[in-house]
Each structure stands twice: as structure tokens, then as C-alpha cells.
């Protein structure tokens, strides 16, 4: 275990270079202290002023030396609280077959944060995960995720004082937008703001129980989409009672399933000559074109406010299921192809059914969000039962990644849009360049 703690001291003086100045004092006063008493023997006169006693006296200092710098690292590899946090595990019975608790090797803030690093021979990652609500009565902590560190034998785990208490809402503000191309900004987590780059992970996927926030969620993704000069579809069958009527400005809501296809087309008619274009120009994707050629070609975000209502087909008669296939086939191509030309989709679903979206469009979606869900819920959008063992009942508006972070959405109005000026463009043309 001391070697651990020297380990992680030597670390921790190779992040913050000032605290070499320790050591480097402490060396320093023992080079003075062999100076003076070097020079008390030769006061003394014989036997003492001889090459005997000066030897020892050498050998002595070096020892000391030696012993103070293995104890001044091993302080540097000490967390002041790391007593109090072995006596909190002893009294959880968190230790190993000796009876001793892993080694907190490290206690780091992290934004709103905090980050332990533990180090045991012989406590595996899944008993951290296996006591977790021990963990966080004993550290008086809200534990945000489990992870292994730099081996087996270390392990990470972030979390946040369990007496901070978060906001109900983060009102979103324009001053948060991105001027990186094609930057999303989500909200905050307890180390840091939660972003999404649409130009390289193209498509999104919400879920959340109702009531958990996942409609302001992609209203926040939409809205700063459209202030960037996105060109937005918004599919919305409960016939768009969820958005004001300046969204009906700023988007194309669609609240026909055939009204949707036929949009659908129409985008894919628009892949097909981007496809061209960029040919002709030798470039790979809508970013690198516009760079080279100087257009300003526009980014088309195809949206499902409740996707389920289309996709899954269960009560369908034949014809309803028919237009729901065509649909699902579009939303694939799209799905497969769209990031390098422009075209992106965001879903968002609180059904519970693992029939809503196929394997092949789900593989394509990068980027899976879930809010307060059941278990059923959260294991079809994350592929793990995680937002509804951490997103408690009333966390309207926190959101955990399939990336494993956990943050608090910010808050969008619907008069986000107010200030703005909107031109309806409907036709393939005008679609194409802004």
C-alpha cells in the first residue's frame, strides 16, 4: 500500500511542478544540517574531527534524506480526508479478506464534482458497483459513475456532495451558443457542459418516461440547430399541440404520416444531388464543401416528437403498416448516410418497446440520451439499466448518456424564438443552398 501512496505522489508532484519545492527545501536543510554538524565535529577536535565520524555523519544524512523524501511523497500521495474515508468504508464492511478498505489514492474536484481514485489487490470494479448506495450514505455523496482506472486493481469514482443540491431549472441563454460548426450545447454535468458535434455523431436518440423533460430536450437541440441556419422537419402526430405558433415559423411541422414520407422523399432527392455536387468538387462531406467552394449549404435535421407513433405498427391495418415500412426505410438510408452530406435525425420516444426502432437505424444513432425511464426504457435506448438506477423519480431534466454522463439539460422557453425573423423555404432548390 506505501507503494501506492508514493506512486500516486510522485504523480501528483508531476502534475503540480511548485510542489517540487518541498523536497527540493527539505534536501536543502539537511545539506545545512551535515554543514553545521560537520562543522561541530571539527570543534571537537579528535577522535570526532576525523574521517571516521565525518563518514557516519555522511551516511546518516543521506538516510535521513532519503527516509524524509519516501515520507514527504507518501504525504503527497495522501488525500487529507483519505482517514475519515477508510474509517467510513470499515464501518460499511467495504474491505478485503484482511479486513482493510481500498486505498483512496487521490480526491480531485471536477467542475461541480468530485472525483476519488481508490487502489485495492483484491476489491473488483463490480463490488464499487455492487454497494454503491453504501458508498454514497457513508461519503455522504450522489454518486454519478463507476469506473476502472488505470488497471484492475484502481478505480475511479465521480460523484457530488451529497448537500449540494441541484437547480430545478438552467434557464438556457443565447450566450451559450456554439460558434463551432455544427456544435450542439446540452447542459451541465457535475464536471463540466454536455455537447454534441452533429458533423461527426449525425443522429440523436431521446427517451424518457413522460414528464422526465425529453420534449424540452430536443426542443433546446432543435432551437439552437435553427438559430444556426439548419433547415428543421419536425414530425409531431399529437398535431403539434406541444409547440407555439412561432415554432410553426421556424420549423415545418409535419402531423401527417404521409405528409412525412412525402417530405422524406424529398430529402432523399436532396442527398442524391448533394452526393453529385460533392463529387464534382472532390470533397468528402457538406463541411470540407463549403469550406472549399465558399457555399453555405444548409443542414437538414428530420425530427420525431414521439417516433413510436409511427414506427411501431402494433393495431396497424395493412395500409397503415405499409406507409410505416416506407417510412422506417427512408429514416434507414438517411440514418446510413446522412452525416457527410448534411442530413441528420433526432427521435425521441417514451415507449418501452424494443419494436420502435429497428437494429439498423439504432446502430447508425451515435448518440443516445435517456431521461427518468423504467428499467425496460432505459435498457433500449443506453443498452443498460443505468437511467433508472441514477435519475431519481423527480429529476425532471437530467439526462444520462449512453457515454455514461450524467447532466442537467437547460431550460429552453418557447418564445425562443421571438426576436427572429424566419423565411419559408419549401422547394428542393432553396433547400440546397442558404
Known sequence: MNNQRIIAGVRHIKKKKILILFPAAYISLMILLMFLLNKLLQKMGEPYSGKVFEIVLYIFIVELIIIGLIGIIQLFGMPLSSRKVAN???NIDFVDNEGKPPLLISKKKDGKGIVYEFYSSSIALNQYKNHFADFETA?????VDVLSGSDKRHTIIKAVNGNDIEPELIVWNDKYLSDKDFELILGESYFGIERIDISSTPHVLIGGGSGSGKTKLLKLILMEARKKNAIIFLADFKGGVDYPAIWHKACYIITEPEALDKQ?????????????MFVEAGTPNISEYNKKTGSNLCRIIIACDEVAEILDTTGFDKEKKSLAGKIEGKFSTIARLGRAFGLHLIFATQRPSSDVINGQIKNNIGYRICGRADHILSQIILDNAEASEKIAANDQGMFLTNTGTLFKAYYVEDNCFESIEFERKLNIENMLVK
Not at 139 to 143: C, F, K, S
Request: net charge positive.
Open 264 to 276: 422524406l422523399e424529398k430529402v432523399l432527392e436532396i442527398l442524391e444531388i448533394r452526393r453529385k
Open 88 to 90: 467510513a468504508l470499515i
Open 139 to 143: 461519503l455522504n455523496i450522489r454518486i
